[in-house]
């Protein structure tokens, strides 16, 4: 089983759609829960994190992390063209020398105008 | 913000030559940077992490001595890929952040394309 399962896509929905991104984990040393965007042959832009569990709200988007179930989520509201993109998630475990990320594979979403 | 410039965005080099590819970190210093490989359609893979003034710490698998890391300045690492080959093409993505002790503040660079024939 790999650390971080995410669902490849690709998904399309219609402008406006609400748009749930998920990933699972099962390593329960992560603490740290982060949403990157990825557009075609650019690097990844960090959209929010989370530490530990519980809801994040930026604009339209808004970030839920369940330790117990070892499951994050990633809704856009009011989707728009503009947020078409793969959409990272990515982990990390707490402590010194934890800096690095372990990333899902991606989920490619397209908006359809 | 931080910003993490990525050069060159994109290579063609032919079998057997080597190339470097340089992270720069323009507005903050990076004591730590990572290096990051992409396959299509795949996950961001850590090859190395580099650590200024210091030795690269390299990944399971990764190949310290095709995969040259320099961290000579806080602010500069380079990756160069030694005698590359075909299965060698890929995106290599480096990051930094400017905050110590933090796991989240992490900006990327845009990446490099590189393609060997």
């Known amino acids: 089983q790999k650390e971080v399962e995410q669902d490849p896509g690709p998904l399309s929905v219609p402008e406006g759609a609400i748009v749930s991104l998920n990933c699972t984990y099962s390593?329960?040393?992560?603490?740290?829960f982060m949403w990157y965007r990825q557009y075609s042959r650019k690097g990844p832009e960090l959209l929010m994190y989370t530490y530990s569990s519980g809801n994040k709200e930026d604009g339209r988007f808004t970030a839920q992390v369940d330790k117990s179930s070892k499951y994050i989520s990633l809704f856009i509201r009011d989707s728009q063209p503009s947020d078409s993109a793969t959409y990272l998630c990515?982990?990390?475990?707490?402590?010194?020398?934890?800096?690095?990320?372990?990333f899902g594979k991606g989920t490619k979403l397209s908006v359809i105008p | 913000g931080a910003v993490v410039s990525q050069h060159p965005s994109w290579v063609i080099c032919k079998s057997g030559t080597s190339v470097k590819i340089e992270c720069r970190s323009l507005?903050?210093?990076?004591?730590?940077m990572f290096w990051y490989r992409q396959f299509p359609k795949q996950s961001l893979m850590l090859m190395a992490t580099s650590n200024e003034g210091s030795k690269a710490t390299y990944e399971q698998g990764v190949e310290k001595d095709k995969f040259l890391i320099n961290h000579a300045s806080l602010t500069l690492s380079t990756l160069t890929v030694t005698s590359a080959h075909p299965e060698d093409s890929s995106f290599y993505i480096c990051?930094?952040?400017?905050?110590?002790?933090?796991?989240?503040?992490?900006?990327f660079g845009s990446g490099t394309r590189l393609t060997v024939v």
């Open positions: 507005d903050f210093q990076a004591t730590t």
């Open positions: 990515a982990m990390s475990a707490s402590g010194a020398g934890s800096y690095q990320l372990t």
């Open positions: 990051s930094a952040s400017p905050y110590r002790g933090r796991d989240y503040g992490y900006t």
């Open positions: 390593n329960s040393a992560f603490q740290y």
